[in-house]
């Protein structure tokens, strides 16, 4: 037997921005005995008008209203004389979508002991207050982080990422990687990279007893960036412990710590006196992967060609050409959301 409450709680995303044609949708659902409900179900049809994209822009997106606070605000839909029944809101209602999140541990780097395995994700909580003063937050990264431990059930599904195709034999001679490899993560998107690392290390770690060869850790290389590195430098014990061991090279970029903000698309041009692209990519036959939002990962790549382009014959196309076949090859990808 399934509830009214339990659908809205566990089925229907009631905390979703509703869309344009949503709003029109359910206009035709507010009580027309009153000139109240007249007026809110011409205020909906308005709002849902391509010439009103400003203002749905201002009622919706900005404000981050979602389904209930639409239905809070139009009390016309509320009313006892109100067309909106169950059926109809049901409906009307979209169905939680699920979430993807990058798995930010290793396959082959244990986290207990015991059968099976564990899996550790790196998930922003969405929150904040609009320009209003109203507070909004995320449905599932709010509800995972009310989570205890033990506490409720996920249903999650594990398919294959962006960057499973990343070269991992081994050089007997040189004791490290044949490829050597540049992670670019900014915040969150650091997450797919850590898994990626601590792959190769426990990789290496299995197969490699006798001392590696220093290479100043340039078989791998994590370029991280985020805001101020006092409040979100994700994992940075583990960085810095793996520097130490010279497992990997660390640059970093934290856009807020001066005036002028750093980003890593800047950081990763400029490393090594703006000489660290070509020799990885061109002189190492190194790979490159890129995570994180799509405005950096366009911007990397942008740096990535210009640099390229500077030292192949043709410049800008011979250097969209050589990209395209290290993707072709699993060499280069990007993992980026919205």
């Not at 009622?59 to 109100?82: G, H, M, Q």
């Amino acid at each position: 037997l399934f509830t009214l409450r339990g659908w809205l709680k566990y089925c229907a995303d009631i905390h979703a921005l509703p869309e344009r044609e949503d709003l029109r949708s359910i206009s035709f659902y507010c009580a027309d005995d009153n000139e109240t409900g007249q007026a809110q179900r011409d205020k909906l049809r308005g709002l849902s008008e391509t010439s009103e994209a400003a203002l749905y822009a201002d009622y919706i997106l900005r404000e981050k209203r979602s389904w209930a606070d639409v239905l809070y605000d139009f009390e016309s839909l509320r009313a006892p004389n109100s067309k909106l029944s169950i059926e109809a809101l049901l409906a009307l209602l979209p169905s939680m979508r699920p979430r993807d999140f990058s798995i930010a541990s290793a396959p082959s780097k244990r986290l207990h002991s015991g059968p099976g395995f564990a899996i550790e994700l790196c998930v922003a909580i969405v929150q904040g207050k609009t320009r209003l003063g109203r507070r909004y937050h995320g449905l599932c990264s709010e509800y995972l982080s009310r989570m205890a431990p033990n506490e409720g059930n996920l249903q999650v599904w594990i398919r294959p990422g962006s960057f499973q195709r990343m070269p991992l034999e081994i050089d007997e001679d040189s004791s490290s990687f044949q490829v050597p490899i540049v992670c670019v993560g900014a915040g969150t998107g650091v997450a797919p990279m850590r898994s990626l690392l601590l792959e190769r290390e426990a990789i290496l770690s299995k197969n490699v007893t006798d001392q590696r060869n220093a290479d100043d850790g340039n078989s791998n290389i994590l370029v991280f960036g985020c805001r101020k590195s006092n409040a979100d430098f994700y994992y940075q014990q583990e960085w810095e412990t793996l520097c130490d061991q010279n497992s990997m090279r660390l640059l970093t970029a934290f856009s807020r710590d001066q005036f002028q903000k750093i980003y890593v698309q800047k950081v990763l041009r400029e490393a090594d006196n703006g000489t660290l692209i070509v020799k990885h990519l061109l002189e190492r036959g190194g790979a490159l992967y890129i995570a994180g939002g799509p405005k950096m990962a366009r911007a990397v790549k942008e740096e990535v060609i210009e640099a390229l382009a500077q030292h192949l014959d043709g410049g800008e196309k011979s250097a969209k050409q050589f990209l395209n076949k290290l993707q072709q090859v699993g060499k280069f990808s990007i993992e980026a959301w919205s």
